[in-house]
């Protein structure tokens, strides 16, 4: 098993190029099921829940092609995929290959809503919570689906088509809006989906189904209008900035210093997470390609979060936030409202030195003059950043092991570090 090796010390100076965003690349890999015709999406980023996506996908029959290299892409450009649906061979989405990545269990929308028969294995993904799944099997049974699950299975069945429904959602969910825009795009008639989830990855969604031919009202807003079509067509479109990438390296730079400038990222895809880097003492600028982040000489400062749904401090940059509160004066309060057990990451930034307490949503945390680097495990995706943010500033060396729940969100995150000289490298083995 891979594991990352980090010394500590050293500041951060150069570009890092931001890629496409992981949440918004997969559903929209999976909108391909929407259609006969040929969808192409540009800036794919190269992770291995893309490839698990695409195995997936392929099971289903959709054929696949990444298109070479075009004059002038760097190898930090994303790939650009074809992915074709003419014919779906297989509605069933096996345990196997279903059971690593929660993403993969929205492939039940669109196929209940084109084929009239799917068969999903429930769900895996991050270990941050039960992440049950009622939401999108009532968004499923509110088009008309039957639901029925058996042997861990869900099968969802709708022999004459879905149905366009009222669609109010008890809170905000990403999956369940994904589920319900693509459900309702081949839906009969209209639907009404009410407190539905502003992430930009929703919004990406919503913009490439319209390219497709969707009719889709009060895309950004938490009320969206869907008037169901027939058929939807092919349709060419750029993966966003990964907003969680963008977020990791800013307070990577806020925790080393130094000064980098985060090539492709957007400012309004983050602003409560930046407000709340600015706070703490980083400097953040934005600029007409991206963002320059800086921190020199000045200290940290205690900061407090809670993260909440777009646009509010995203859940996924929690952890990440907690490793350079270690380092700030004062104590911070983290409050996770999002996911009722992400915070795996406390009792490894705890092996740095961190001195952090919990008490139910809220963790406290006291900032401690210096950390000392120590062999940490990588829990799940975003917690395994924060220990490589933890040990960037941390005396000595820090082995962070089980680095699999990096690589399924993070591309190349060692080598955009150490181009910027961070002292990182893989071992591998
Ligand atoms: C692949 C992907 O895009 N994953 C993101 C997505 O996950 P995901 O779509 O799974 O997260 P949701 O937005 O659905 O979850 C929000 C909350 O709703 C609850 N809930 C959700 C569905 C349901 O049927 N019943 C239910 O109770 C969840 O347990 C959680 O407490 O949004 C999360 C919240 O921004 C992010 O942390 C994840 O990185
Ligand atoms: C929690 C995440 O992913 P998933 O929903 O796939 O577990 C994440 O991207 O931070």
């Not at 209940?112 to 049950?132: D, N």
């Not at 749904?309 to 490793?323: S, V």
């Not at 699999?404 to 993070?410: S, V, W």
Request: proline residues 3%; contains cysteine; hydrophobic residues 45%.
């Amino acid at each position: 098993m891979d594991r990352i090796r980090i010394v500590g010390g050293a500041t951060l100076e150069g570009v890092i190029p931001i890629s496409g965003a992981k949440n918004a690349a997969l559903p929209l890999m999976i909108a391909s099921l929407l259609t006969e015709e040929t969808l192409v999406l540009e800036n794919v980023p190269r992770l291995a829940d893309v490839i698990q996506l695409k195995r997936i996908l392929s099971n289903h029959g959709v054929d696949m092609g990444v298109r070479g290299r075009r004059h002038g892409e760097t190898d930090t450009d994303g790939e650009t995929l074809t992915l074709n649906a003419k014919t779906i061979v297989d509605t069933t989405a096996p345990y196997e290959l279903v059971s690593t990545m929660r993403a993969s269990f929205w492939v039940l929308g669109p196929l209940v809503a084109r084929m009239g028969h799917a068969k999903v294995s429930l769900p895996g993904g991050c270990a941050i919570g039960t992440r049950p799944v009622d939401f999108l099997l009532q968004v499923l049974e509110a088009l008309g689906a039957q639901i029925e699950i058996d042997s861990g299975y869900v099968i969802a069945t709708a022999r004459h088509g879905l149905k366009g429904a009222e669609i109010n959602f008890p809170k905000v969910s990403v999956g369940a809006t994904h589920t319900a825009l693509m459900a309702a795009s081949l839906a009969d008639g209209v639907s009404v989906i009410s407190n539905a989830a502003r992430e930009p990855e929703v919004t990406d969604l919503a913009d490439l189904l319209v390219k497709m031919g969707a009719k889709i009202e009060g895309i950004g807003t938490s009320t969206l209008t869907v008037t169901g079509v027939a058929q939807l067509h092919g349709a060419t479109h750029r993966v966003i900035a990964d907003r969680i990438e963008t977020g990791t390296f800013a307070l990577a730079v806020a925790m080393a210093g130094g000064d980098v400038t985060l090539q492709g990222a957007r400012t309004d895809l983050l602003e409560s997470a930046l407000d709340s880097m600015r706070q703490a003492g980083a400097e953040i600028e934005a600029l007409p390609n991206g963002i320059r982040v800086s921190r020199n000489g000045n200290g940290l400062q205690a900061v407090d979060v809670t993260t909440e749904a777009f646009p509010g401090f995203p859940t996924d940059l929690q952890a990440q936030f907690m490793a350079l509160a270690t380092r700030a004066q004062g104590t911070s309060r983290i409050r996770e409202t999002i996911f009722e057990n992400r915070f795996m990451h406390v009792q490894e930034l705890a092996r740095l030195g961190a001195r952090i307490r919990l008490d139910g949503d809220t963790a406290f945390v006291d900032g401690v003059e210096r950390l000392k680097g120590a062999p940490v495990m990588a829990t799940d995706l975003r917690a395994s950043v924060s220990l490589v943010i933890a040990a960037l500033a941390a005396e000595g060396e820090t082995v962070v092991n089980r680095i699999y729940h990096l690589d399924r969100g993070f591309e190349r995150l060692e080598h955009k570090l150490s181009r910027c000289g961070a002292q990182i490298e893989r071992i591998s083995g």
